[in-house]
Each structure stands twice: as C-alpha cells, then as structure tokens.
C-alpha cells in the first residue's frame, strides 16, 4: 500500500520568512514523487517532482529515503506562494497517484 | 490546445437522485484519472483508466459509483442514489501514457441535499 502525510493543514508564514511544508510517505518500494499546487481560482498543476531535482518558483524538494520524506522549501516566502499544495506518491511501475490531504499555505504581507 | 475540460461546473442535486459527470482529456492523452476533493479529506483516488486495459476501480468507495471510457477518450462518472457526504468537488486529470504528471480539469462542484 502507498500512503502519504502531510502533518499541517494550515500553515502561516510572513512575507520573506522561510517554508517548509512537510511530507512522509509509506511505501516498500521505490517511490516517484511530487509536489502540486492549487492557487486560488486556479487548477492543480504540478509544481515539481523529485527525479527533476530542479528548483521552481524558488521551491526545492529532496527526496529522503531514510526518513521516507519529501518536504518542500523555499529560503524566502513571497505573497504569491499563497496556495493549497499536496504531495503525491507513485509507485514504480504504477501510474496511479496516491495524494496527501494537503496544507493551506498563507503567506502573512 | 485545450486543456482537460469537465461538466458541468456545478450540479445541485437531490438526494436519492442519479449524477452524470463528463471529462474530456486533452487529446492524445492515454491515462485518465478521477478524483474527488473534500473538505479535510484531501484528494482521493476513484477510479483510473490506461488505453485499453481494465480500469483500476480500488478507489470507488461504493457499487454507487461507476465510470466508463468510450472510444479511450470521454469518460463518465456515475452516482447512483446520491447521498449527501457524495457532496464534493469531483476532479479529472489525464496524463499521456508513463510521463507521471497529470493534468486536472476545473472539477464538478456537486452538492446533494
């Protein structure tokens, strides 16, 4: 079974402070994930995902096998990174995505 | 080209009433996902189909709910005597065959009273 966490629901964060939303994630094998994002008004879009290891919108995210987490950083918050981001899991040789229950990023001017 | 459209955008229904929700992947796209979005719940899996072979429905959390795929393309999410906790945003999301990342249509809104 492939199960992800996210332990904070909401999260407040002042302009210019830095982010960390977490992520744990349960599974046996060798894992793909990712972070995606819902601005206000707006679709889910992928944001980034692990095997890119690239940074985006100044987000960076690495995968830690031994303590089976993928948490989400940014130095310096801004006001556009209000959002709902969720972490997803997917398994190897499986396309489906497993989601956490997200955390409500506000970000406080 | 146009992005993973869905219908309606809002449904209010009845409860004990039958629901239709309609997804239109973006073309060519092999994988298509449904999702449903609740309150404190996150995003949960329903239902997956992949080109030609039998959908994963593990995440169907009742015989009320079904789905179909005509011709690999438009897909239906079915429910059956809706019930009031049925209430949520439900979400479409297609993804061309192996790429892992998906891409959601705008949902349906369906509140059941």
């Known amino acids: 079974a492939q199960r992800v966490t996210q332990p904070e629901k909401l999260l407040s964060v002042f302009k210019g402070a830095p982010v960390e939303l977490k992520c744990n994630y349960s599974?046996?094998?060798?894992?793909?994930l990712f972070w995606y994002v819902q601005y206000s008004r707006q679709r889910l879009q992928l944001l980034l995902r692990?095997?890119s290891r690239e940074s985006i919108k100044g987000f960076t995210a690495d995968l830690n096998k031994g303590e089976t987490s993928f948490h989400l950083k940014k130095p310096f918050a801004q006001e556009e990174d209000s959002a709902m981001y969720y972490c997803a899991l997917r398994g190897f040789g499986n396309e489906k995505l497993t989601f956490g229950t997200g955390t409500r990023l506000t970000i406080i001017p | 080209g146009a992005g993973v459209s869905q219908s309606p955008s809002n449904k209010v229904t009845e409860k004990g009433k039958d629901v239709e929700l309609r997804c239109d992947p973006i073309?060519?796209?092999?994988?298509l996902y449904w999702y449903r979005q609740s309150l404190g719940q996150g995003l949960e899996f329903l239902i997956y189909f992949q080109g030609n072979s039998a959908p994963d429905k593990s995440g169907l959390p009742s015989d009320r709910f079904s789905a179909e795929r005509t011709g690999g393309s438009v897909s239906t999410l079915t429910i059956q005597r809706t019930q009031q906790e049925d209430s949520a945003v439900y979400l479409c999301?297609?993804?061309?065959?192996?790429?892992?990342?998906?891409?959601f249509g705008e949902g349906s809104r369906l509140t059941v009273l």
């Open positions: 073309s060519g796209h092999t994988a």
């Open positions: 692990h095997i």
């Open positions: 999301a297609s993804s061309p065959a192996g790429a892992g990342e998906l891409f």
């Open positions: 599974y046996s094998g060798s894992p793909e």
